[in-house]
């Protein structure tokens, strides 16, 4: 065979075991907007922009570092329902509480993660703990509204408080920093999480220069969003603190590149090819869903809250 039929040959190969996942586009999250008046959240993405680019991710909403004084009641926001979709919060600084009408109530506090699935219905409110309340502290906090295949948009409401300790660590070579498996699988390690379609959520803490690789599901959407620092991704694009990088839908393989501290949200989902009708709280597949929520909403079929 000639040498340019070897090459190509041996291209072929190459490409045939490893595709990098290409950035489509970066850009950084808007200005914050008050929630309640306990979150300071920036809309890093909606699909209300671009439903099909996210899915299964609807919604993420990041409260970037905020410092709160001491005072008597608790900041937050009031009794609101939602249906149709999950709604999961990870703290990196502070304590948020919630209780639902379900009956299920907690605090998450810094690397704890509440994946609540709100389904056919709940009630809750979301507000700083007793403790933030009274000594004051740093908030920081990203809100994922992950959507529900229609055959799960009515089922139980389910609630998940999953524990820093209790979530896997895989650590990265030469000591860089760890993986922190909540959803999904990484490098074998299968996250806690139960989820209702295939995706995966891996908070990456990095405290050292390196590079680190991350097997993407061909298919799936995916976003790396930087929490803290600033990473490369497959050795070009710079991704900067509170950015969003969207990847392309193919290829199978993300190279990290960081220059010391970092914290990065991986995204990965295979999509939802379904209807995506949303109003406020509810997310439903079609309008008719969407008026039967409101209906059932204003006539107290979401529970109640004491
Ligand atoms: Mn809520």
Known sequence: PSVSGLLRFLSLIRRNIMTMRQVKQIYSAPNPHWVGNGFSMSTVFSYKENAEQYSPFLLMDYAEPTLFKPVTNARGVG?????????????????????????????????DVQWMTAASGILHKEYHSEKMTKEGGMLEVVQLWVNLPSAYKMVQPRYQALKAQDIPHVQLPNAQGYVRVIAGDYANTSGIAMTYSPLNLWDVCLNHAGTSHYAIPEGHNAMVFVVKGAIHLNNSDIVRQHEIAIL????????????????????????INEPVVGQGPFVMNTQQELLQAFDDYDNGKFGMMD
């Open 248 to 271: 392309d839908t193919h290829g199978d393989t993300l190279t990290l590149g960081s220059m010391g501290d970092a914290i990065v949200l991986i995204l990965t989902g295979e999509p």
């Open 79 to 111: 009794t609101h329902p939602h249906r149709g979709f999950e709604t999961v919060t990870i703290a990196y600084q502070g304590e948020v509480s919630h209780h639902d009408s379900t009956g299920h109530a907690g605090t998450i506090a810094e690397g």
